[in-house]
């Protein structure tokens, strides 16, 4: 926090006042961490960040995205957004 003198309106008096700024990105949740995804589609976050399509689910805001709506969901400040990864086995 950083301290400003202001002078107060002509008795030669200064005040010290307490200032503080807060600067807020276009933040959201993927996987349990905070991410700077807002305002991408998730087609875009997912190839951004190198995840197959083919084996995956992805869910906003507790509702699963269907693939076929990844291209136009956009992905928002505030959401919560979980990709699952199918793993076979046997």
Same mark, same amino acid.
């Given at each position: 926090m950083q301290k400003y003198k202001r002078k107060t309106s002509g008795d030669g008096l200064w005040i010290l006042m307490d200032c503080c700024f807060f600067i807020f990105g276009n933040m959201l949740t993927i996987n349990g961490q905070s991410v700077d995804a807002? %305002?991408?589609?998730?087609?875009?976050?997912?190839?951004e960040a190198g995840y197959n399509t083919v084996r995956?689910?992805?869910?906003?805001?507790?509702e699963i995205v269907p693939k076929a709506k990844y291209a136009e969901t956009v992905l928002?400040? %505030?959401d919560v957004v979980e990709v699952v990864n199918f793993v076979g086995g046997g």
């Amino acid at each position: 926090m950083q301290k400003y003198k202001r002078k107060t309106s002509g008795d030669g008096l200064w005040i010290l006042m307490d200032c503080c700024f807060f600067i807020f990105g276009n933040m959201l949740t993927i996987n349990g961490q905070s991410v700077d995804a807002a %305002g991408k589609t998730v087609a875009e976050y997912l190839a951004e960040a190198g995840y197959n399509t083919v084996r995956i689910a992805v869910e906003r805001n507790e509702e699963i995205v269907p693939k076929a709506k990844y291209a136009e969901t956009v992905l928002a400040d %505030g959401d919560v957004v979980e990709v699952v990864n199918f793993v076979g086995g046997g």
